[in-house]
């Protein structure tokens, strides 16, 4: 009997040799593409792409345009390792003709994944382009909407269908719950969660996709400079976008990147941010206010979008917003106006509804901060009495639902218009406001 038995193993071990060698054995085991290709911010002369794949051991990229041909044999970092088998990866490739329409290939292990993918590059051929913008994304399952008016993802299965050049987030992309955010491999797992549904895999494939964090993907609600995990929250975020750069020496994500003649500066109200209502208390903090203070100081882009987790522009909130750091949002308003910095455009999110803002001075131009908010997100149905100041209020511009908005850039040069839109959740749209560039002059 024990021969026997013997005999038997020996055959079982001889048999699983002769699977590894049949190709679809051999396929069985390679790694998956659970997400994307998704590009990052638009760039003229190189491409930022993000994938999430699991238990892959070896990835070739393969960027191609008639003769042109970039291989790329992706290596992975020592701080991309996996998590429950998945990797996230993020790769910019440079070297791009503006001219020319690009292919995206991917191998994962051997085995063709992704071929032909159309990479989208800016256009060459005229200077008029949109992008959506919206945050607040959290996702709940169907029993919640007997208590909360919560939409699902389906929204961005519409979104997917709407004409523009890239997705502008201004934050709560997705929502940590209680725990995720006490362990990397937690934060890791949530952002995994958020990108395999299937409705935001297909919205991610869309378009390209950029944008900066507000607190639910930063750490706890409301939280700020103390949070513990930040230096886990700031990797995680890294991995799992494509944006231009995250932050200086190591602190903080903010960035900034030019697309056509705009220029957009994508900043971080988290990583930095002390306590609201305290004296002296600062939301980008001094390194952060610095670096913005000199990239708009020395952009020439007619429409300069300074993209904010939270309001910037209201100066009344019953909630969180840059209005309860006082002196250092008055610095950045007296900077506007002492360094002439025209053309200035806030957008906004985090208040899970939608409203245009605008503050008017003598010193200085109508001053807009564009709310968006929420993408799939319990909505504020009405609007807080207090908050109704009369001051900042664009009328009939609160919308309660569900919703997105798009920023067009439109007309000749020196003779541009910036069109606001805001849409439901059927991509039916709710309101219009045009701005003329020499609107915002001094």
Known sequence: MYY?????????????ICLLFLPGFQTLLSGTLESGPMQGYPSENSVSIWVLVKDCEQMNWIIRSGEQRIDLKVEFEADEQPVDGYRSISREIEGLNPNKQYKLDISLDGEMVVQGKELIMPSQTSPDFSFLVGSCADYHKATTKAILPVGSYDIFRRMSRVEADFMLWTGDHLYYKKDDWNSYENMFRKFVEMRTKDQMKQFLTAMPQVGTWDDHEYGPDNSGKSFEGKQDARKIYSQFWGNPYYGENDQGIYSNFTHQDCEFFLTDVRYFRDVQDQPGCKMLGDQQMDWLKKVLKSSRATFK??????????????????????EERQQLLDYIKEAEIEGVIFLSGDRHFAELYRLKSEECYPLYDFTSSPLSSFSKVTPWRKERDGVTNVPDTFYGRQNFGKVSVIGPIGKRKCKLELFDNKNKQIWEIMIDERSLKF
């Open 305 to 326: 979008f300074v993209v904010v987790g939270t309001q910037a522009i209201n100066t009344y909130t019953v909630s969180e917003g840059y209005c309860r750091y006082p």
């Open 4 to 16: 026997l038995q013997s005999f038997r193993s020996i055959i079982y071990i001889l048999g699983a």
